[in-house]
């Protein structure tokens, strides 16, 4: 019979165990923090996030790092809402064509991205960090710093609407979810990443055309992050230049709380789906349980970093940088 | 101890005597201009270029308040583009630096309009205006011990608005609207900002008077759409029924907040919001919201620059007028469903065109310190 308790299977599973015990004693203080409605909540915030994270997700296994989320997001949601406008205001009348759209604006931004870093040799974070600002800014151009409103009924049941007490965008987050896990488990492109992200150089010299890798992982972030954006429109009826700001705390903190490692090869899209569950609880939990709001960024600081001490394996690595 | 290191420390000790004779000299100096007969004869400028220094161009507010400043410009026979745009982003020492390098470009002829970003910020930026000989009128962020008379005629005028009354007055709607028994959750804007401190102690003197209504929290949604929802959706979980009213620190946490109870099906739950947005005065006039406040931008940044502007030129000493003239409250005005469509009409749908040479007639008194 396998040893269960091992070291290796006890960090897997420590995320896991991290948000079991965070949703135990946010019980245990109010309980009707473990209610159908209020789980209902949690899933509703952390939707957008959760795809924006799942798109980090890979470029982190990668070994590299991506900062444009906030200004993607910002740039395809204002975009999402001036295109479903113009073809007439509602998903009926051939508003629907906007999503497909801006999947590929997405897609062309992160790819873009992707161009930026390799082939001009600037390391990702920086590349990615200028390209977020320039998302940011087309957004304030696009919109004069105004807000636009997008309320069309059948689009916005996305979140009025409910299965098993879960908004129809939960579900549509399940299935994007989904489809991230296949192309990590199931695509050559999946198996690369961690190539890539194990050891560069060797995965160089057996033939993985490792510049290749990255830009069509840039590329798959801004799809992800698209994604996010319109989820985010339909959670608020509305986008603006700041709709995309906090998804890059948000989402970093969630990818390596959920036990993806950021010097890459290690975690997938699963650790990024607890580790998005626990920074959500944490943020609903402290209001639930009546913490005063002065004392909810420390105790959210350290929640993540006793989550993160919990949930890496770091006697595997030499040093941190 | 490195020689490098003793030298620095030696050279930054201030000397007993030397420090005596900076004072004199320093004391001295002070002296001399009040020797010459107070600030002196300033010659009033001709023409003088115009700035507006602001935060940022990604929200509705400091977009209205260019517009005015735009439209102040243009009441001067000059095109739009004359208003010259100092962009702080934020940051204060940009925002001293930008200021600094226009008045060196100008010469100093020139008249600014500014939000200094922070508070201490302010008293750099009028001294820097002053020794150039330039004019300035400040809006929302000065210190308490800063004021226009004390600086001189080149320190024109501070503008600010009080919120804690008119957020006292949407308080009591929204408490009527309750029946005047219930809970109310307040969602609040960044926990240091003096109007989100105001807007809050505006719903607290308002409980004064509804002894039946209970506070159940405030907390803090930063003035964002996205964390008003999540801290609404938060707040339903911990308190559930019992809130029956909702006090929100700006339009924005407002839509946050009725999304949040939309994906709940929560409909007609009494909302008061500040701002008086566009969208915020739609929502009004469709019942979603009970009530919002405008603080009219449009006519505070050409108002700011008008100052600066007719100081500079000498067609007003501002040391000849009273002190409301120098610290006062800009104009607020509570919109509610009764008039929400009038007010549209007036200021949203048409730009009101101002006569920029009434400084204070729609002004609210001169600020009182606490």
């Not at chain 1, 705390?249 to 390596?256: D, E, P």
């Not at chain 2, 809970?183 to 607290?204: D, M, Q, T």
């Not at chain 2, 008008?306 to 500079?312: E, G, V």
Request: proline content about 4%.
């Amino acid at each position: 019979m396998p040893r269960i308790l091992t070291r290796e299977n006890a960090i897997r599973w420590a995320p896991l165990l991290v948000l079991l015990a965070l949703i135990v004693l946010f019980t245990a203080i109010n309980p009707s923090f473990l209610s159908q409605r209020n789980f209902a909540r949690i899933a509703i915030a952390a939707t957008p996030a959760l795809m924006v994270a799942v798109g980090v997700t890979f470029i982190i296994v990668m070994g590299s790092i991506d900062l444009s989320m906030e200004g993607v997001v910002s740039l395809t949601a204002v975009l999402f809402c001036f295109l479903m406008l113009a073809l007439g205001g509602t998903l009926a009348s051939g508003g629907w064509i906007a999503i497909p759209v801006i999947l590929a604006v997405g897609a062309a931004v992160g790819l873009v991205n992707g161009l930026i870093h390799v082939k001009l040799k600037i390391p990702s974070f920086m590349a990615s960090l200028a390209l977020g600002f320039v998302g940011t800014g087309a957004a304030i151009l696009l919109t004069g710093g105004d807000i636009v409103k997008f309320n069309d009924p059948t689009f916005r049941a996305l979140l009025t609407w409910r299965i098993l007490g879960f908004p129809l965008m939960v579900y549509v987050a399940g299935l994007c979810l989904v489809l991230a896990w296949f192309i990590q488990a199931h695509t050559r492109l999946g198996r690369y990443f961690y190539a890539v992200g194990g050891g560069e150089e060797l995965a160089h010299a057996s033939g993985v055309r490792v510049r290749q890798v990255r830009m069509a992982g840039f590329s798959l972030a801004g799809f992800f992050y698209a994604i996010a954006a319109i989820l985010q429109v339909a959670k608020l009826g509305q986008a603006e230049s700041v709709t995309g700001s906090n998804f890059m705390f948000m989402s970093i903190t969630s990818v390596v709380v959920g036990g993806v490692a950021l010097w890459g090869g290690v975690g997938g899209v699963w650790n990024t789906l607890v580790g998005v569950l626990i920074v959500a609880v944490i943020n609903n939990g402290m209001v639930v349980i009546g913490l005063p709001d002065f004392l909810q960024a420390a105790v959210l600081g350290l929640l993540v970093i006793i989550a993160v001490i919990l949930s890496t394996d770091r006697r595997s690595v030499a040093f941190v940088k | 101890m490195s020689t490098f290191i003793k030298d620095f420390i030696e050279r930054e000790t201030i000397n007993r005597r030397n420090f005596l004779l900076a004072t004199a000299a320093g004391m001295g100096a002070m002296a001399v201009p009040f020797g010459l007969g107070g600030g002196g004869a300033q010659a009033a400028l001709t023409d003088p270029a115009i700035a507006w220094s602001y935060r940022d161009r990604a929200s509705a507010y400091w977009n209205s308040i260019v517009s005015g400043g735009e439209a102040f410009v243009e009441s001067l026979g000059k095109p739009k583009d004359s208003l010259v745009s100092l962009i702080n982003e934020g940051s204060s020492e940009k925002s001293l630096a930008d200021i600094k390098a226009f008045l060196a470009k100008t010469n100093g002829k020139c008249a600014i309009a500014c939000d200094a970003n922070d508070s201490p910020n302010a008293r750099p930026v009028v001294e820097a205006v002053r020794d150039a000989g330039a004019y300035i009128s400040t809006i929302w962020n000065k210190t308490d011990d800063l004021h226009p008379w004390d600086i001189g005629d080149n320190y024109v005028s501070h503008m600010t608005w009080s919120d804690e009354k008119p957020a006292e007055q949407t308080a009591r709607i929204l408490f009527e609207a309750m029946g005047g028994k219930g809970g109310v959750v307040h969602l609040g804007g960044i926990a240091a900002n003096n109007p989100a401190i105001e807007r809050l102690n505006g719903l607290k003197n308002a409980l004064k008077d509804f002894p039946n209504i209970e506070l159940l929290d405030a907390q803090s949604a930063d003035w964002d759409t996205t964390k008003g929802t999540e801290l609404m959706a938060s707040f339903l979980t911990r308190f559930g029924d019992k809130i029956t009213g909702v006090h929100c620190a700006n339009d924005n946490i407002a839509y946050g907040v009725i999304e949040a109870l939309r994906a709940e099906g929560i409909e007609g739950m009494p909302i008061v919001a500040y701002d008086g947005n566009p969208e915020a005065v739609k929502l009004v006039m469709d019942g979603k919201l009970l009530a919002t406040v405008f603080t009219n931008p449009h006519w505070g940044g050409g108002i700011t620059a008008a100052l600066a502007y007719y100081a500079a030129t000498g067609a007003f000493k501002p040391s000849e007028e009273p002190k409301e003239h120098r610290e006062f409250y800009g104009p607020t005005i509570l919109i509610s469903n009764k008039d929400a469509a009038d007010f549209k009409a007036k200021y949203l749908d048409t730009v009101p065109s101002y006569n920029w040479k009434d400084f204070w007639g729609p002004g609210n008194g001169q600020i009182k310190y606490k």
